[in-house]
């Protein structure tokens, strides 16, 4: 499945030094997809899938993203699992973690105001252009043209995953079957990996996920859900706009 | 300010292949490959007022149209150039789905989408709506710098608000 990563940057940087943070970002982004998916044969990912190489011989980021799988594996009971459809597949990790690291080089590089939207998935830093906050909207689950909230977030990662875009794709690891209850979940927090694999956990489990995401806010993961007959919930500290 | 948008498409689990790079400090000087997502509609000012009898001044004059027509270099400054964006539309199991938005001085003024009303999910849809209004229609802006949502495919992205608000910038 391929998706769409939007870049801004709101640095007041020269046009050609933009272009060239772009153009690296861009390189990045190509280089984890060559790395990393699972949809290319020659990829380090596909090869260990077919055990041509072994967990100890992967670069240090497949086996750093390995063990963040099995790290968040436990925190979420087993609600999200890189194995859920037999092979190993980290690409619910990889996305988050690669636009985290994306967003780290960035402001390595100088550029401490931007935003990148991979699908749906985002991490912001620093100020938006109008000086303020980013504003987040967080998409109606029923109607694309409407928004459920708006968030405001200076530094920090919104994930949403959902039912509505690409039907049950979310598997129940506890049932076997596709995750059902709840129709979207957005969770809000410092690390676009874990925010994303927090709102895909959630989602797989049901209303039951509802009180294992308040449980999240401790973490510092605020969330807001919306219930397959239209139910919505927040947590309380959930940075809606004023 | 400067800003600059890009789009890649593909990426982390897909074929992967760059959309096109917009900055919009420059248009002109954009790699022109930049498929554009949207395609920009003029607006047309409504004829009348012109042609108006002189008799009825008050009642033309609250129906006149605002001339928005001249985008003034100010507008791209904060971001957004004013016109409508329409995203493609496109077939989805539940029906035909295309969004359109408005921008005016530089913000979203109003976002819409036909989407199905009939059928299978015309059943579904209004019921979930009517429970999950009152939470929408405290945030109804639709002024953001971005738009989380399920994961959209590189085809459903071209029917998205965020394909929307990257057309604009």
Redesign the interface.
């Known amino acids: 499945?391929?998706?769409?990563?939007?870049?801004?940057?709101?640095?007041?940087?020269p046009?050609p030094r933009?272009?060239e943070?772009?153009?690296s970002?861009?390189a990045w982004?190509?280089e984890?997809?060559?790395r990393?998916?699972?949809?290319k044969e020659d990829s380090e990912v596909s090869r260990l899938q077919r055990r041509e190489i072994r967990p100890e011989e992967c670069s240090a980021d497949l086996r750093l993203v390995l063990d963040r799988c099995a790290d968040l594996w436990r925190e979420t009971d087993g609600y999200f699992d890189a194995y859920a459809k037999g092979p190993l597949d980290p690409?619910g990790y990889?996305?988050g973690w690669?636009v985290e690291v994306a967003s780290a080089r960035l402001a390595a590089a100088g550029s401490t105001r931007h935003?990148l939207?991979?699908?749906?998935?985002?991490r912001?830093r620093g100020a938006?252009?109008?000086g303020g906050p980013?504003?987040?909207?967080?998409?109606?689950?029923?109607?694309?043209?409407?928004?459920?909230?708006?968030l405001t977030v200076r530094d920090g990662a919104?994930?949403?995953?959902?039912?509505?875009?690409?039907?049950a794709h979310v598997w129940n690891p506890r049932t076997g079957g596709p995750a059902t209850g709840l129709r979207?979940v957005?969770v809000v927090g410092p690390d676009l990996a874990v925010a994303d694999a927090y709102a895909t956990a959630a989602l797989a489990m049901g209303e039951l996920g509802l009180t294992w995401l308040a449980k999240r806010v401790a973490d510092g993961y605020e969330s807001a859900a919306?219930t397959e007959?239209?139910?919505?919930f927040t947590s309380p500290g959930l940075p809606?706009?004023p | 300010m400067r800003r600059s948008t890009a789009a890649a498409v593909g990426t982390l689990t897909g074929a992967a292949l760059i959309l096109g790079v917009r900055l919009s400090v420059q248009p002109a000087a954009l790699p022109t490959e930049a498929a554009p997502v949207a395609q920009q509609e003029t607006e047309e000012p409504a004829p009348e007022g012109t042609s108006a009898p002189a008799k009825k001044p008050a009642a033309n004059s609250s129906s006149a149209p605002k001339k928005k027509e001249t985008t003034k270099p100010a507008a791209e400054d904060k971001g957004l150039k004013s016109g409508t964006y329409k995203g493609k539309a496109v077939q989805n199991p539940y029906g035909t789905v295309q969004v359109t938005i408005k921008v005016s001085d530089g913000k979203i003024s109003s976002a819409n989408a036909t989407y199905p009303k009939t059928g299978f999910s015309g059943t579904i849809n209004p019921a979930a709506i009517s429970k999950l209004s009152q939470q929408t229609l405290k945030v109804q802006s639709a002024d953001v710098d971005t738009v989380s949502g399920a994961t959209f495919t590189s085809q459903s992205y071209k029917t998205s608000l965020q394909a929307a608000l990257d057309a604009a910038a």
Do not use: Q
């Open positions: 499945m391929g998706t769409v990563v939007s870049i801004e940057l709101a640095d007041d940087l046009e933009l272009r943070l772009i153009e970002t861009c982004l190509h984890v997809d060559a990393f998916s699972t949809y690409s990889v996305k690669s935003h939207n991979a699908g749906g998935d985002i912001m938006a252009p109008n980013w504003r987040v909207g967080i998409r109606h689950p029923w109607e694309a043209d409407k928004l459920a909230w708006v919104v994930a949403t995953s959902g039912t509505y875009e690409r039907g979207s957005t919306v007959d239209g139910r919505a809606v706009a």
